[in-house]
């Protein structure tokens, strides 16, 4: 039986990875935003929530540790999952990354990847979510806007990987 978990995203966002490296069996709950995953947990919606806390880049995620003071009462954390995150640059077929005039994630992400973004020379807009701007991305169709975001994402929403890991 697979448990049903809720997190801050859409399919192919890094929080769904890391629920794949936990369960191997789940149905996914993708929420719009971190309040969100912890009220489906509240309302009996989602077995398990998944939050990310911190992260070696840019720190502490003060958003989800203040959800988890606000219901530490009706929530345990139950789990730690430690992910190594890898981004990549994401484009519709047919893009290249000469082309990219701008580029979507969310916030967290582009702050990680400044350094490359700066070094693009794009415009950066944020998102609610990684697997979200990859998708946002191939519904437009346009070569000239790439979304950061996972190689899952890549493949989830049929996107080729422009640059990664390390160049990002």
Known sequence: MSVRVAFQGELGAYSEVAIAQKFAEYEPIPCRTFREVVERVCDGKADYGC?????????IIAES???LREFSREMLICAEVRLRIHHCLLGV???????????YSHP??????????ENLGVIVEDFYDTAGAARFVAQQGDPTCAAIASREAAR???????ARGDRV
């Open 93 to 103: 077929p047919g893009s290249a990354l000469e082309r990219i005039r701008a580029v």
């Open 108 to 117: 967290q992400a582009l702050a990680q990847c400044r350094r490359f973004l």
């Open 156 to 162: 989830r929403y049929n996107l080729v990987i422009l």
């Open 65 to 67: 540790q203040g959800l």
């Open 51 to 59: 939050l990310p806390v911190e992260n070696s880049t840019t720190g």
